[in-house]
């Protein structure tokens, strides 16, 4: 459990089940990640610069085309009995695994979404860390 929920390098949540991985920027204590910016929170401590950041396929959510920044559309949905796994190709080319209940499961591919998490879902290491 606590190797999955708060994995030490991007090796390890990657290598642990399934892990989006997001490069970000931070910078005058402000981090920026898929066109979101947001102040770093006090209890995170995230240096100045380039970093990449993980986050599990069932941590992100789809919503409304219009109600959130990040817009992609899916690409695939792949039911699995208890889930369903979209694959969200955003604009920018990058592609995100997210898995939701089959019971709230009610998008199409070609469908255009929205793509939401909440911050403290993601987990964030040096660029250059686990690289190995």
Avoid at 30 to 45: C, I, K, M, N, Q
Avoid at 48 to 62: H, I, Q, T, Y
Avoid at 83 to 99: P, S, T
């Amino acid at each position: 459990w606590e190797i999955y929920e708060n994995p030490a390098t991007r090796f390890v949540a990657a290598f642990i089940g399934r892990a989006n991985m997001l490069r970000g920027h931070v910078a005058e204590g402000a981090l920026e990640l898929l066109g979101h910016r947001v102040p770093v929170p006090e209890d995170l401590t995230l240096p100045d610069g380039e970093l990449l950041g993980a986050v599990r396929p069932e941590r992100l959510r789809l919503v409304d085309a219009g109600s959130t920044d990040v817009i992609g559309t899916v690409k695939e949905a792949v039911y699995l009995g208890a889930i369903v796994r979209y694959c969200v190709a955003l604009d920018d080319g990058l592609e995100l695994d997210v898995e939701v209940p089959s019971s709230r499961a009610v998008h199409q591919p070609g469908e255009p979404v929205g793509v939401d998490w909440r911050l403290e879902d993601v987990h964030f290491f040096n660029d250059s860390a686990g690289a190995s």
